[in-house]
Nanobody, 122 residues
Framework: QVQLVESGGGLVQPGESLRLSCAAS????????MNWYRQLPGKKRELVAASGNDGTTNYPYSVLGRFTISGDYAKNTVSLQMNSLKPEDTAVYFC????????????????WGQGTQVTVSS
């Protein structure tokens, strides 16, 4: 099992920056991927930043060049630096982690944080 604790959400004005953080703890062998998603009321959860323990990162076009994910796989933490925020970035942001329970399995389990609200408004 993996427990995720998020922090860093809040209210900012358009053009400002915000940094989200997520720390993973619990009983697991290895985290293989750490991602950030966001969700608007009534909408599907969408991926905004992805990282792998091989150093790869991916972003959708909507945040490319503005958001940066930083995964520390030694400390089991992940952050999301969000710059040049826009009102359309307003959403609840979720930390997502995929982890192997033991060295005996390659199956990864999916875990979610509780979500943190980000509001971009003047």
């Amino acid at each position: 099992q993996v427990q995720l604790v998020e922090s860093g959400g809040g209210l900012v004005q358009p053009g400002e920056s915000l940094r989200l953080s997520c720390a993973a703890s619990g009983n697991f062998f290895r985290i293989t991927r750490m991602n950030w998603y966001r969700q608007l009321p009534g909408k599907k959860r969408e991926l905004v930043a992805a990282s792998g323990n091989d150093g790869t990162t991916n972003y959708p076009y909507s945040v490319l060049g503005r958001f940066t994910i930083s995964g520390d796989y030694a400390k089991n933490t992940v952050s999301l630096q969000m710059n040049s925020l826009k009102p359309e970035d307003t959403a609840v942001y979720f930390c997502n982690v995929q982890a192997r329970a033991s060295p005996a399995t390659t199956v990864v389990d999916n875990y979610w944080g509780q979500g943190t609200q980000v509001t971009v408004s003047s």
